[in-house]
């Protein structure tokens, strides 16, 4: 055992529950990157401070158990010196030891309960401030950072927090205390022997750290090999009927089969390398071990040490080396929390460039909903020299429909996420009932806009929470008022429990058309003086179209709304049409007017329409 005592070993396990998911994060940890450099663990320390209750109550117990784990070696002692002199003195002493072994109990669980709810609170925290901080961070951060690897630093790097927190530290310190502790009291017990065991054990460290790294470089490999059959695996089994469509069974097979056999070569070489340094630190325990059992003997006969000096001696002698065992193991817990503390603190770190000025001007109460664009430029980042607005200017007035169109890669959407504040533009402003956005607080300017987008996002939840999504003190009869509006009271009545059935997650078992007129809703219920038509109605069919389009033209009512769509057929009631390509506007009037101007809205509607737009 790698650990100080049995009991203790109990104690550091972890709950069977979830062991597929907890089985598929360590291996995950295990292939994340380490860092020598512990002080990257130096954030970490105002989320323990915070419960330092906690802390001190777990380094109390520790202290307590690892004084009755050495106090059991000087018991053993007594029993072996002095118990056997008489069955009074026996029962004395052996009743001692178990009063020490039971104090060890109580403060081990105690240490155990205290240190876990420790590593649990943190990780809760950790976890907290994480997606907190992520929710704030804006769109460009994710252009330049994958969400998975986002996710990851939120499940795995944090589960390695947990794993240093929550074991790996009271592990280490406690076996710090042991080795310190087992040291002393060797040194008291037989000065000559003890000058033996400090120099044999580099002999015992030596191989188990030379073939240790071997060995967990060739684990990883072995991982990555495994996976990398898996994943081929699921490629072919996601495109089974393509594989067995081209009679490519044979190349599959052969192709999986070549990868599980390149794995289990790599495995084969650590086996092989664990296997030799098993041996060799076999022999060197036993060796080294038989040798001071001699010398010890030897000290016995000629009476210079007592028996029960002899057992405490190796007991002491294993207390120390499975704690030099253990700190070897912890060390590269720790090394693997440094490298993950680096970089969620990185994440942490990450600043939005889209934020609350100091002191935010405040929107004009009550809203007008109107809207202004002067002189915009703008180009996405990565991406500075092909600009997605150039130049752009648009004046919407409150209450106004207005449609956006144009090929794509027009700007169009661009506008949208401009006005939503997601981005902020590189030369000239955006006016939101006379306010510009950089001067006023990015959560006021969205609470005064609803969107609905071609993808509806939705979540899992009823379609009661979903529609709350959009004002989440909405009342029943304001949802349901929201969800007759959009015409989608009907098929939420019908489904099995109304408005408090899940719809999956993402909202799967909806249709389509059933998503955006949920979605329609949402937006509805917010009461938002500007509605944000982004595409809503291109990935449906003609019948849904029709529903959904209904449902708009009684989402725009008094609204100020800017209308996204490549399908015309959809914008021809919008009081003003603005033709916008590469970046600017280039015609804007009524439909029967650009038509008839022979522009880029007249081809646009002539591909669309045929004759009837000519």
Do not use: C
């Amino acid at each position: 055992m790698s650990d100080t005592t049995a009991a203790d070993a109990v104690a550091d396990g972890r709950p069977s529950a979830g062991a597929e998911l907890a089985q598929s994060l360590t291996e995950e940890a295990a292939r994340r990157p380490k860092s020598r450099d512990i002080k990257n663990l130096r954030p970490l320390w105002p989320f323990i401070i915070a419960h330092w209750r906690h802390a001190a109550a777990a380094g109390f117990f520790l202290l307590f158990s690892t004084s009755a784990s050495l106090g059991i070696t000087q018991a053993a002692r007594l029993i072996v010196d002095k118990g056997f002199l008489s069955a009074e003195n026996l029962d004395r002493y052996f009743g001692l030891g178990g009063a020490v072994i039971l104090v060890l109990a109580l403060a081990t669980a105690a240490r155990f309960y205290f240190i876990t709810v420790l590593g649990e609170r943190v990780v809760a925290d950790l976890r907290k401030a994480l997606y907190k901080h992520v929710l704030t961070l804006d769109p460009s951060f994710f252009l330049k950072t994958r969400t998975g690897e986002v996710l990851s630093r939120m499940t795995t790097d944090v589960t390695i927090i947990e794993n240093l927190v929550g074991s790996a530290a009271s592990i280490a310190l406690r076996n710090i205390l042991s080795l310190i502790g087992a040291t002393i009291m060797l040194a008291i017990v037989s000065p000559k022997l003890t000058l033996f065991v400090m120099l044999f054990a580099p002999l015992l460290i030596a191989p188990i750290f030379l073939f240790g790294r071997r060995v967990r470089s060739l684990s990883t490999r072995t991982q990555d090999r495994f996976a990398q059959a898996v994943g081929y695996a699921g490629e072919s089994l996601d495109a089974l009927e393509t594989v067995q469509a081209f009679g490519r069974e044979g190349f599959a097979d052969k192709r999986f089969g070549d990868a599980v056999e390149t794995a289990f070569r790599t495995s084969l070489q650590r086996v092989w390398a664990r296997s030799l340094m098993t041996s060799i630190v076999i022999a060197l325990i036993f060796g080294g071990i038989g040798t001071l059992l001699w010398t010890a003997a030897h000290a016995v006969l000629n009476n210079t040490m007592t028996s029960g000096q002899l057992v405490q001696f190796v007991m002491l002698s294993g207390f120390a080396g499975a704690s030099v065992g253990a700190l070897g193991e912890v060390w590269s817990v720790v090394q693997q929390a440094a490298g993950a503390m680096q970089r969620i603190f990185e994440l942490l770190a990450s600043k939005t460039l889209i934020a609350a000025p100091a002191s935010p001007r405040p929107l004009p109460v009550p809203a007008r909903g109107e809207i202004a664009f002067e002189g915009v430029t703008f180009a996405y980042p990565g991406r500075p020299d092909l600009p997605a607005l150039r130049g752009f200017d648009l004046r919407v007035t409150p209450g106004e429909t207005v449609a956006l169109v144009g090929p794509s890669g027009a700007g169009k959407s661009t506008v949208l996420r401009l006005l939503l504040r997601f981005y902020d533009p590189q030369a000239g402003r955006i006016l939101l009932d006379g306010i510009d956005l950089k001067d006023a607080d990015p959560a006021q300017v969205r609470a005064r806009m609803a969107l609905v987008a071609q993808d509806a996002s939705l979540f899992s939840g009823s379609a009661l929470d979903n529609i709350r999504f959009g004002r989440e003190e909405a009342t029943l009869e304001e949802v349901r008022a929201a969800a007759r509006a959009a015409e989608a009271e009907a098929f939420i009545n019908a489904l099995p429990e109304g408005f408090d059935t899940p719809v999956g997650e993402r909202a799967k078992t909806l249709s389509g058309g059933q998503k955006q007129r949920l979605a329609i809703a949402r937006s509805l219920v917010r009461n938002a003086p500007i509605l944000l038509l982004d595409e809503a109605t291109s990935a449906l069919d003609a019948e849904n179209e029709r529903l959904v389009q209904k449902a708009l033209e009684s989402a725009m009512g008094d609204r100020t709304t800017l209308v996204i769509a490549h399908r015309l057929a959809t914008v021809l009631r919008a009081d003003r049409i603005v033709v916008m390509d590469e970046g600017r506007v280039v015609e804007e009037g009524t439909h029967t007017a650009l038509s008839k101007a022979g522009g880029l809205y007249a081809k646009l509607a002539q591909l669309q329409f045929g004759v009837e737009a000519a």
